[in-house]
């Protein structure tokens, strides 16, 4: 019987960089200086893949995905359902690439992302207001229409191509103990977790979700596949009800924890990386910030420890940039800002 693990190799995922990397970037690894000594009393590492082309990891795992498919298939045409940034990932790709793409996106998709998208020069179809919402009319439209699904997370490709951070970790960091990542629909973490994994298993493994969207961390809870989604969520590039099943496979055998945060949390976290990191994050991109911060992750995995969070996008419309500013921020009546 094959495991979860047999669906991406360490080859794949090798594979897979080598491609990424023809026209993609090593993000930065740079240390937080108040993260390490306010926060965990280790050493904290910001992976940095809102400067990764289209300002998310996501370019990577679409990528390699597309590169994989056959001249019939690019012939006929990509779709690909996202709230923005598996979408621009896709549309860049399909641009370099002189492939046609369709997106769609939920009705809530932010802006910037829905422009971001179009920009590439992909045809964006707005369908829904939740992105299981928006991969049902995907679904449907690939089928009318003879054009080729490109997943945003449940595909052994995606997941590879994902995976590469995993690689780049490794080179900039070999002895990293602890990794913390976002998680929606799994394709990150569990191709990031197929390579810490595979060369030290020893590495602790931390996903983080939205309190009010958390499909991955209720399904491995319940050892099923199961659906969770109680509101809205800051973190809208995460905010998948439920994960697939192959990412769910490979997250049961690879993943040590997950751990939950709330909105405030969320928020707090993208003010400090701005603040005190100089660091744009979108909601997404802050939940591991947000995880330390409330301390959602135990001592011994971070006390003493080479720790690694990753900042997986910083696709963020500036009117929400602006919200938690004034959220944050309110002006005294001596006109001084206090926190």
Excluded at 248 to 257: I, N, Q
Aim: glycine content about 10%; aromatic content about 6%; overall charge negative.
């Amino acid at each position: 019987m094959m495991t979860a693990t047999q669906t991406v190799s360490i080859k794949d995922v090798q594979e897979a960089s080598h491609l990424i990397h023809e026209v993609g970037r090593v993000t930065p690894l740079i240390q937080s200086m108040f993260l390490s000594r306010t926060v965990t009393h280790g050493d904290v590492y910001l992976k940095l893949e809102n400067m990764q082309l289209t300002g998310s990891f996501k370019f990577r795992g679409a990528y390699n995905k597309i590169r994989h498919l056959s001249d019939a298939e690019k012939a006929r045409g990509v779709i690909t359902a996202s709230a923005g940034n598996h979408a621009q990932g896709v549309a860049l790709t399909a641009h370099l690439l002189d492939i046609d793409a369709t997106v769609v996106m939920p009705k809530t998709a932010p802006l910037a992302k829905q422009q971001a998208t179009s920009g590439y020069g992909a045809k964006v179809v707005l369908a829904g207001d939740t992105f299981d919402e928006s991969r049902a009319f995907m679904e449907q439209k690939a089928k009318e229409d003879g054009l080729t699904i490109v997943d945003p997370y449940n595909d052994p490709l995606v997941i590879a191509g994902q995976g590469s951070i995993g690689l780049e970790i490794l080179d900039q960091l070999w002895d990293v103990d602890t990794v913390i990542v976002p998680v929606g629909g799994g394709g990150l973490i569990t191709g990031i977790a197929t390579v810490l994994k595979h060369f030290n298993p020893y590495i602790h493994i931390v996903g983080v979700q939205s309190e009010n969207v958390h499909g991955m961390t209720a399904s491995l809870q319940a050892g099923k596949l199961t659906r969770q989604c109680t509101g809205p969520t800051l973190a809208d590039g995460t905010a998948v009800a439920m994960p697939g099943d192959i990412t769910f496979g490979l997250a049961e055998e690879l993943v040590d924890e997950m751990v939950l945060v709330s909105e405030e949390e969320i928020a707090e976290a993208m003010k400090d990386l701005l603040q005190r990191t100089k660091t744009v994050a979108e909601g997404a991109g802050a939940l591991p910030t947000a995880a330390l911060e409330a301390h959602k992750i135990a001592p011994q995995w971070l006390v003493g420890k080479k720790v690694v969070a990753l900042v997986s996008g910083g696709n963020v419309d500036l009117e929400r940039v602006a919200d938690n500013i004034d959220h944050f921020f309110k002006s005294d009546p001596t006109g001084h800002f206090i926190g």
